[in-house]
């Protein structure tokens, strides 16, 4: 992304060169390179601000300005919340989950059914809860192609090879590590952390 610079202001701004011009860059400008052109036009690249991982933070792209001559793209991050929370409508009222029921009237004074609160509450998932679950989903997918070796000795004693046996202990260690890792996270930042620390085993 670039920015024209003009009496420190920004004129205008663009995904490239050539979309603030009128006239092809540098061909028919005037001009021997696009480095000349950039100079003389008062064309700069722009600088982006931090952008956290979206995974664990609301993005929200904020405006353009000049900071110290530099044309800069601000990024507001707000994280994600860490547990689950009770789901509440705008006015702060819990939500619960939600069934049809057929014998219900409709509001029309038929009974042709509608949808209705269950006394379940609804819940907005945390960040913790989905990691956990990536997690041991990730663990049950290393330990699939063995399980039906454990299946085998289960119906028919026979053993597991040892080293598929060490294979599926650390994998089951693993898992349990990071499930306590998360559980243990202060933070978004620290979350993040342990899910790029991850120490699966090799096969």
Known sequence: MFAIIEDGKILKSGTTVQSMFQYSVPEG???TNMSEFMKAKGVVEVVHGERKDSIYYFVTEGDLTLVDG???QAYTNRAKKLADEDAKDSEGNQLYVQVWDADVDNGEG???GRMVDTSEKLVTVGLKTTMTGDIKRRANSLLS???WMVIRKAERDVAIPSATATYRAA???EC???ETAIGNAADVDALKAVMDAQNWPMK
Do not use: F, S
């Open 29 to 31: 400008a005037g001009y």
């Open 70 to 72: 530099v044309p800069t």
């Open 110 to 112: 038929n009974p042709k």
């Open 145 to 147: 192609d063995t399980d």
């Open 171 to 173: 994998v089951i260690t």
């Open 176 to 178: 349990a590590r990071l």
